[in-house]
């Protein structure tokens, strides 16, 4: 099945670093979703986009869709230990009634080094 | 607001059987998608469900199928299990109403066939 491609795949970085990710695609979504998933659980939603060139942020996360609608990136800031986890972009091809599916990114995960 | 919710958390099946899953949505979200998710292929789209019908499919063989009931409820069923099949199985609802469709996940359900 198809996979966008996420990099980086994994992270080790110290806490309070700042981290960066982005999200690639060969076709044009009209919105894009970045989730976290902890072990065990289903993803939880993080930033939600729909306007290509928009800046959303949620508290020390800040997501930007591309204005290729190609892509996306995710930006958090002075990480913490609950940071941890996998971060997965999500895109979907049309915002109109009757498209509901979403196709995922390869995954970033985060590790925090003590 | 309740979340979605996902029964049963754990399966253990063998090799030919049969399984029902069953994913029930945040109140009022009208659409049902199913995910599975594998270390090798990540989060793949099943199908999604809007009113009791089937709207889309992925790319799944015919032992992968799933129905909704009037109250939004969905169900997932894999028929003649395959050693390939063990995954978590994560079931999301949205609204489906106008411009903004975001997906919320379930804990989902984690299938071990033996």
């Known amino acids: 099945g198809q996979q966008l491609n996420q990099s980086p795949q994994s992270m080790f970085i110290q806490e309070g670093e700042d981290v960066s990710m982005n999200c690639t695609s060969s076709s044009i979504f009209n919105t894009w979703l970045w989730y976290k998933q902890d072990p065990g659980e289903g993803p939880v939603l993080l930033i939600a986009?729909?306007?290509?060139?928009e800046l959303t942020s949620n508290g020390r996360l800040t997501a930007q869709f591309g204005i290729t609608r190609k892509d996306s990136f995710l930006n958090i800031s002075a990480s913490i230990p609950s940071d941890v986890g996998i971060y997965f972009c999500a895109g979907q091809a049309s915002t109109n009634f009757g498209n509901e599916k979403l196709t995922f990114g390869t995954g970033t995960r985060l590790t925090i080094i003590p | 607001k309740a979340g979605v919710t996902q029964t049963p958390r754990y399966l253990i099946k063998t090799r030919g059987q049969q399984v029902t899953l069953s994913c029930s949505p945040i109140?009022?979200?009208?659409?049902v998608s199913w995910y599975q998710q594998t270390p090798g292929q990540g989060l793949q789209f099943l199908f999604e469900y809007f009113s009791e019908t089937q709207r889309n499919k992925g790319n799944f063989p015919g032992r992968f199928s799933g129905r909704q009931f009037s109250n939004s409820r969905s169900e997932m069923n894999v028929s003649t299990l395959e050693l390939g099949d063990s995954a978590l199985y994560l079931c999301a609802s949205s609204l489906a109403s106008g411009r903004y469709n975001e997906q919320f996940f379930g804990p989902g359900t984690r299938l071990t066939v033996l």
């Open positions: 109140s009022g979200h009208r659409s």
């Open positions: 986009l729909y306007k290509a060139g």
